[in-house]
Antibody, heavy 117, light 108 residues
Framework: EVQLVESGGGLVQPGGSLRLSCAASGFTFSSYWIHWVRQAPGKGLVWVSRIKSDGSSTLYAESVKGRFTISRDNVKNTLYLQMNSLRAEDTAMYYC??????????WGQGTLVTVSS | EIVLTQSPGTLSLSPGERATLSCRAS???????LAWYQQKPGQAPRLLIY???TRATGIPDRFSGSGSGTDFTLTISRLEPEDFAVYYC?????????FGGGTKVEIK
């Protein structure tokens, strides 16, 4: 069974940093591109970043470019999102998501990031 | 990037009625890489449909997806009480992934 489990969220002050993790199991992690998607309270879904299966290529939304870094460890089967220079508008639930081809999309349950003083 | 516009914003219906949700793309969605999700408060999005018309595992057959190119539709044939929620479309045919703004299906 495919499982994606996010962790690392919490309360952080503006300008602070946080690293999110997404632990994967039930599939060959190193074969799939993985995405981060966020959802601000009461708002819709917004794509944040994605990383290629071998980590050689990354892409970011303009709103986080230069502040967030996506990475992965294909030995530990874990995806990361390093978030620096956090702003109030980064407050959101953060989900990792993976397209499994013929099986469709798989999402984690999310981890909440709150940026507030 | 591809902009997805969902309509209506809110759909007020009674249990047993048919719901028709629209998702229109600003440009053609490659290979019908269009998905639909259901989301309830406090929960992660639940995949309903992918590839425009393929039901995800465990999804009841009252949910169906159709369309191609720039116009897509999610139909719920007969609303059950548990179907009242927010629904999002997502395109994954081109980077970046994009989502529609959502349609809320509420009890009339």
């Amino acid at each position: 069974e495919v499982q994606l489990v996010e962790s690392g969220g919490g309360l952080v002050q503006p300008g602070g940093s946080l690293r999110l993790s997404c632990a994967a199991s039930g599939f060959t992690f190193s074969s799939y591109w993985i995405h981060w998607v966020r959802q601000a309270p009461g708002k819709g879904l917004v794509w944040v970043s994605r990383i290629k299966s071998d980590g050689s290529s990354t892409l970011y939304a303009e709103s986080v470019k230069g502040r967030f870094t996506i990475s992965r460890d294909n030995v530990k089967n874990t995806l990361y999102l390093q978030m620096n220079s956090l702003r109030a508008e980064d407050t959101a639930m953060y989900y990792c998501a993976m397209y499994g081809g013929g099986s469709g999309w798989f999402w984690g349950q999310g981890t909440l990031v709150t940026v507030s003083s | 990037e591809i902009v997805l516009t969902q309509s209506p914003g809110t759909l007020s219906l009674s249990p047993g009625e048919r719901a028709t949700l629209s998702c229109r793309a600003s440009q053609s969605v490659s290979s019908s890489y269009l998905a639909w999700y259901q989301q309830k408060p406090g929960q992660a999005p639940r995949l309903l449909i992918y590839g425009a018309s393929t039901r995800a595992t465990g999804i009841p057959d009252r949910f169906s997806g159709s369309g191609s190119g720039t116009d897509f539709t999610l139909t719920i044939s007969r609303l059950e009480p548990e179907d009242f929620a927010v629904y999002y479309c997502q395109q994954y045919g081109s980077s970046p992934l994009t989502f529609g703004g959502g349609t809320k299906v509420e009890i009339k």
